[in-house]
């Protein structure tokens, strides 16, 4: 059995508790947040604190809190030579506080509190100071039937960066097609088996091998439309430059003469 402390009470922090609390290996001591508030829904056995003193001891805390927040608060944990690790895709190993043994627990994937998560379809990206300590974080991501894979800091910090490009910025794309659509009253929902397909492509072909559009065809009547189309210029401006990216990818020389004006 795995004894586990969670701090913090966000969204990753929220799901991993729901996750732990049905895992028959793992049992959670703690939960600690500044404030009850954020955690007084779950009706449950765990004990909830809202002082660090008042942490017991743990096979592993797991600081499920903000980037910025991961190197200050762990230099305030009143406890040495105990096991504690982040949950974070961009901050190092070594930014925890060297007083206690360091580890990363960072669950790829894209977390809102409302909605359902399945474990096994989020890839764990596990890290430790000590290679003793390496099987428990494998043994706690199997525990939820996620798989755990040991990857470095260097790693997991790129790992996080194209994380954003395929989530955050692609859900950008969605919001402003979602605008785009919305100011003719054309119903979103007509886009989405698109973006389905376009998910579940690459899961069996390269990105640079499933590219289609207008720009990948350089056509350039309809490249002209969409840009006349566009009333927004920022919009007008990401139009372009993401189509002289894929260009410049599938070595193609087009540019857009000029831009539309208001």
């Not at 007084?40 to 910025?68: F, G, H, P």
């Not at 430790?128 to 910090?157: C, G, N």
């Not at 439309?225 to 990401?238: A, S, T, Y």
Request: some cysteine; charged content about 25%.
């Amino acid at each position: 059995m795995i004894s586990v402390i969670l701090i913090g009470a966000g969204n990753v922090a929220s799901h991993l508790y729901r996750a732990f609390l049905n895992a028959e290996s793992v049992v959670v001591k703690q939960w600690y947040n500044r404030s009850f508030e954020a955690i007084k829904s779950y009706k449950n056995d765990t004990e909830v604190i809202n002082d660090l003193s008042q942490l017991k001891e743990a096979d592993v805390y797991i600081m499920a809190v903000s980037d910025d927040a991961v190197a200050s608060l762990s230099k305030t944990l009143p406890f040495t030579n105990r096991f504690v690790v982040h949950t974070s895709g961009s901050v190092s190993l070594h930014d925890l506080d060297k007083k206690n043994t360091r580890g990363v627990f960072y669950p790829l994937q894209s977390f809102s509190k409302e909605a359902e998560m399945d474990f096994s379809n989020v890839p764990i990206c596990i890290e430790t100071e000590e290679k003793t300590k390496l099987q428990m974080l494998k043994d706690l991501a199997e525990a939820i039937d996620s798989k755990p894979y040991k990857i470095s800091t260097e790693q997991r910090q790129t790992l996080h960066l194209s994380a954003v490009f395929v989530n955050n910025f692609s859900n950008q794309m969605y919001r402003i097609a979602h605008e785009i659509s919305d100011a003719k009253h054309i119903n979103f929902d007509i886009l989405k088996p698109l973006i389905l397909e376009t998910a579940n492509k690459v899961q069996e072909m390269s990105p640079y091998m499933s590219q289609t559009g207008p720009a990948k065809r350089n056509d350039k009547k309809t490249l002209k439309r969409h840009i006349k189309l566009l009333e927004n210029e920022e919009h007008r401006d990401i139009y372009e430059l993401l189509t002289q990216s894929i260009q410049k990818t599938h070595g193609i020389k087009y540019k857009f003469n000029s831009k539309k004006k208001n």
